[in-house]
């Protein structure tokens, strides 16, 4: 049986397969198949791949491999191009996060894959995702696999993936839209008796119109600007 042997970086080793994380990854080859194809095979999608190379020697994704090949598999470089992005359903509260860091952030809780993607490429979104399945359809290119379970390492791994020029409290949580500030008497007959009383300044999002003051949440939201501005 003639293989191909994948010598995959430590960083990409958690997205294989987990019954092909050992060592050596060995991928069964044929005539027709291409590298970019048997990587995908193991779980590793192209869009977390930065170079490829067989004895020293760069090859891209379109390269047929030949048995006994060795191909080095490394990850993309950081920080990366990227300024817009559109998340999948299961990842709310990083959406939520982004937005309040000024991150210009599309997400819906009913976002079907074809929609995301669509909805991408016509936005010009780098979609963002925990979905191998996700990453490995070739039309969604543009695209970033999300690492950690938990939305603070998930908003770090972003960060540090892409060089954001960030501005917090500058959208709104709800919808995406811009902020901005309002004098108290424009949205007073939308308030509580006890926000009139106790707080004096406003904003409102332009696009969907949800009025925002700082609320006894904004300690918690302040400890989160603080860690990631």
């Not at 095979?41 to 869009?47: D, R």
């Not at 929609?115 to 979104?125: D, G, H, M, V």
């Not at 290119?141 to 972003?158: C, F, S, T, W």
Request: aromatic fraction near 6%.
């Amino acid at each position: 049986m003639a293989v191909v042997t994948l010598r995959v970086s430590e960083e990409l080793r958690p997205l294989l397969y987990s019954k092909r994380r050992h060592e050596p990854v060995e991928v069964v080859v044929d005539e027709v198949s291409t590298i970019g194809h048997l990587l995908g095979s193991v779980g590793i999608p192209l869009t977390e791949v930065g170079g490829l190379r067989v004895a020293g020697s760069p090859i891209d994704v379109s390269w047929l491999p030949r048995a006994g090949a060795v191909v080095d598999v490394a990850p993309r470089g950081r920080p990366q191009e990227g300024s817009r992005f559109a998340l999948d359903v299961h990842l709310g509260t990083l959406a939520r996060r982004m937005r309040l860091l000024g991150v210009d952030t599309a997400w819906r809780n009913d976002f079907s894959d074809d929609e995301l993607i669509e909805l991408a490429r016509r936005e010009e979104r780098v979609i963002l995702t925990r979905d191998r399945g996700l990453l490995l359809r070739r039309v969604a290119r543009a695209a970033a696999y999300v690492r950690g379970n938990d939305p603070a390492e998930q908003l770090a791994d972003v960060l540090d993936r892409f060089a954001l020029a960030l501005a917090p409290w500058s959208r709104c949580l709800a919808c995406n839209g811009l902020l901005e500030s309002v004098e108290k008497s424009s949205v007073i007959e939308r308030l509580k008796p006890g926000t009139r009383r106790s707080y004096h300044a406003f904003a409102r999002c332009h696009a969907c119109g949800k009025v925002y003051w700082r609320g006894a949440h904004a300690g918690r939201l302040d400890q989160i600007v603080a860690q990631f501005s």
